[in-house]
């Protein structure tokens, strides 16, 4: 089945926009002329899986609308909104697939609509939640797919739903604080290499013109800054160019390869300011998630596995993959965790303690409870070294541009007086 959108007029004349869901263009356009709408546009909005060659008519281009659409629907805000609401629905006895047609008739944005639309006729021909969702992967995670399974498997979805909502927000709290954070030095850095930019450029040629054509000498820091500044004015574009490509390169092609990555990851994690700060947001992410998915009812041994994907550190990610390992040999989930020197000690005698007396999800809860107050209070101690550090440095920069430019004049000040 094919989900149309569609342009039209309604009875009264007014224009009238939407989605339709049908097998067939001839089929969508006898659904909105029995209500009443006269169709001028239809075009093939999404397809489901199952029904994708089967699509007629015109389609419309899906470059970009991926990416849109996994913005909106795992967003800080989205997500957890609509995951509660269809818990609210489930919880309340109304079947899953009306659920979701009362969650339809809520959403704002077409996009997110077309998924939700493909996600009931998902339903509808006898597949399981998990597994309609499991059909879009941009959208919902591994982790997002195997706690509703869990949740199915158990009885307990409306439980589980709760569970991912307040997941999602939490997790959404901890990247907003680091992101927080960082916007006042990112300002900073922003205002004063434009400061630079425009002293370089502008302010700089100006005075050197003047100075040179008085036939007048420049001490070594003006020459210096003046051959900086047409350097700059005759490679400032290719310079940004270089940048961005140089970037574009970095991250889609060489960061891809496992060895870089894992240098890389492991280098972020040494940083004298933040890699404590980046050590601390990793240790929450996996005792948060790991502690949600276990009491979703996930098998330690598949929980590990997920986490994995999650983390976003290919070291962490090493690290875990060893403990799956060891707890398939028999060992538990402390040791390993200790004798790997990533994860913080006491993370590994949390864990021990919570396999000894049963009470694992517990314990993870405490420990993400806990680190996210030391993530606040680590955040707090690397802003007040950074934000210092850089307006030193800028202050170093400006200084030294002024200085350069002033010399110049105090020489022609004092031939004057002589």
Do not use: C, H, W
């Given at each position: 089945m094919a989900i149309y959108e569609y342009k039209g007029f309604d009875p009264t004349g007014g224009n009238r926009t939407g989605i339709v869901d049908a097998d067939t263009a001839r089929e969508a356009r006898a659904k909105l002329r029995g209500q009443g709408v006269?169709?001028?546009?239809?075009?093939?909005?999404?397809?489901?899986?199952?029904?994708?060659?089967?699509?007629?008519?015109?389609?419309?281009?899906?470059?970009?609308?991926?990416?849109k659409v996994d913005r909106r629907v795992r967003g800080a805000q989205t997500l957890p909104i609509y995951t509660r609401q269809l818990a609210t629905l489930v919880r309340s006895g109304i079947p899953l697939a009306q659920s979701l047609t009362a969650l339809i008739e809520q959403v704002e944005h077409k996009d997110v609509e077309v998924i939700f639309r493909d996600l009931r006729e998902q339903i509808t021909r006898g597949k399981s939640l998990a597994d309609a969702l499991a059909m879009h992967p941009k959208l919902f995670d591994d982790l997002y797919v195997n706690m509703v399974r869990a949740g199915e498997a158990s009885g307990n979805l409306d439980d589980v739903l709760v569970r991912l909502a307040?997941?999602?927000?939490?997790?959404?709290?901890?990247?907003?604080?680091?992101?927080?954070?960082?916007?006042?030095?990112?300002?900073?850095?922003?205002?004063g290499a434009g400061v630079v930019i425009f002293l370089v450029n502008v302010v700089v040629p100006k005075l050197v013109t003047i100075a040179k054509s008085r036939g007048q000498s420049l001490p070594w820091m003006t020459r210096l800054l003046d051959n900086a500044s047409v350097f700059l004015q005759h490679n400032l574009v290719w310079l940004l160019l270089t940048g961005f490509f140089g970037w574009i390169i970095w991250r889609y092609v060489i960061l891809v390869r496992p060895p870089v990555r894992l240098w890389w990851d492991s280098t972020k994690l040494r940083l004298p300011v933040l890699g404590s700060l980046f050590k601390k947001v990793i240790v929450s992410r996996f005792a948060v998630t790991m502690a949600t998915l276990l009491r979703s009812g996930v098998t330690v041994l598949d929980s590990l596995a997920i986490v994995r994907t999650v983390l976003d550190n290919k070291l962490m990610?090493?690290?875990?993959?060893?403990?799956?390992?060891?707890?398939?040999?028999?060992?538990?989930?402390?040791?390993?965790?200790?004798?790997?020197?990533?994860?913080p000690p006491v993370v590994g005698y949390m864990v021990a303690v919570g396999e000894q007396t049963g009470q694992l999800e517990e314990m993870l809860e405490r420990v993400a409870e806990a680190y996210e107050d030391e993530i606040e209070a680590s955040t707090t101690r690397a802003l007040a070294v950074i934000e210092p550090a850089m307006i030193v440095i800028l202050a170093f920069v400006v200084g030294f541009i002024v200085i350069a430019v002033m010399l110049p004049i105090l020489q022609t000040s004092t031939s004057i007086r002589k």
């Open positions: 006269m169709v001028t546009d239809l075009v093939v909005s999404g397809v489901s899986a199952e029904g994708q060659e089967d699509a007629k008519g015109p389609k419309r281009s899906s470059f970009g609308r991926i990416f307040e997941f999602r927000v939490k997790q959404q709290r901890i990247a907003s604080r680091v992101k927080t954070a960082l916007i006042y030095p990112m300002i900073m850095l922003t205002v990610e090493n690290v875990l993959e060893e403990v799956r390992t060891r707890i398939l040999e028999g060992a538990d989930i402390a040791t390993p965790l200790k004798k790997s020197g990533v994860f």
